[in-house]
C-alpha cells in the first residue's frame, strides 16, 4: 500500500509569490491534515479537512487556505510568501475524522528567498 | 490548552545501551498518544500509537509506556543501534479530533 505522497518535494520562492503544495493520502483514508515544521517553532498545525470540509484550523494566518477533492487529495496554499514562511510542509493522513493514528509524508520543503 | 514537553532535547549513547526518552504532557484528558521518528529533512514514521486504556504498547525492540493520571509516556528502546540514530517526537490530539500536538523531540545519537 503506497504511503502519503506530497509534491514538489522542495520549492524555492521570492517574497511575495504564491506556492501550493499537494498532498495525495493513503488509498482509502479521508482526512488529510497539515502542518509546518520550523527549528524555532517546531511542528505546529495548519488545518484538516475531512469530506472536502475544513474540520479544524489551527493559529496562522489567513495567508494559509487549503482544500480537500472528492478523491481526498488536499493542496494548500501559502500567498504573500515571507521569510518565515521557510520551513518543512508536512501532510498526514488518517482513516477518518476523529482520533485515529496519523500516517505523515516526507513533506514539502519551502525556501522564502 | 494541552502542552507536550520532551526532556531532554538531546540525547548521545553508545551502541547496545537502551534508550529511554521521555514526554509529558498537561492534560491528561487524551485519546492517544503516538511516538514518531523523523530523520534529518525527512518526514515523521509513526513508531507507537498507544490508546489512553492502555498502560503500554510493543513494536519489536520498542515499547512505549502509559501513565495518564501522571501526564507521562515513555518509549523504551532496547540495545539501541547507530540505525536508531534520529529524533523522536511524540503527540497527543486534541479532543476529539486529528489535530496532533507535539513536544519538541529528543534527537538521539548512537554511537558505534
Known amino acids: 500500500k503506497a504511503g502519503v505522497t506530497q509534491t514538489p518535494r522542495y520549492l524555492i520562492k521570492t517574497r511575495g509569490q504564491q506556492v501550493t503544495l499537494s498532498c495525495s493520502p493513503i488509498s482509502g483514508h479521508r482526512s488529510v491534515s497539515w502542518y509546518q515544521q520550523t527549528p524555532g517553532q517546531g511542528l505546529q498545525f495548519l488545518f484538516e479537512y475531512f469530506s472536502e470540509t475544513q474540520r479544524n484550523k489551527g493559529n496562522f494566518p489567513g495567508r494559509f487556505s487549503g482544500r480537500q477533492f472528492s478523491n481526498s487529495r488536499s493542496e494548500m496554499n501559502v500567498s504573500t510568501l515571507e521569510l518565515g514562511d521557510s520551513a518543512l510542509y508536512l501532510c498526514?493522513?488518517?482513516?477518518?475524522?476523529?482520533?485515529?493514528?496519523?500516517?505523515f509524508g516526507p513533506g514539502t520543503r519551502l525556501t522564502v528567498l | 490548552k494541552q502542552e507536550v514537553t520532551q526532556i531532554p532535547a538531546a540525547l548521545s549513547v553508545p551502541e547496545g545501551e537502551n534508550l529511554v526518552l521521555n514526554c509529558s504532557f498537561t492534560?491528561?484528558?487524551?485519546?492517544?498518544l503516538q511516538w514518531f521518528r523523523q530523520d534529518p529533512g525527512k518526514g515523521l514514521t509513526s513508531l507507537l500509537l498507544?490508546?489512553?486504556?492502555?498502560r503500554e504498547q510493543t513494536s519489536g525492540r520498542l515499547n512505549a509506556s502509559l501513565d495518564k493520571s501522571s501526564g507521562r509516556s515513555t518509549l523504551y528502546i532496547a540495545a539501541s543501534q547507530p540505525g536508531d540514530s534520529a529524533t523522536y517526537l511524540c503527540a497527543v490530539p486534541e479532543a476529539a479530533g486529528n489535530k496532533l500536538t507535539f513536544g519538541g523531540g529528543t534527537r538521539v545519537l548512537v554511537k558505534p
Open positions: 492534560d491528561s484528558a487524551i485519546y492517544n
Open positions: 498526514a493522513s488518517s482513516l477518518v475524522a476523529g482520533v485515529n493514528e496519523q500516517f
Open positions: 498507544i490508546q489512553s486504556s492502555q
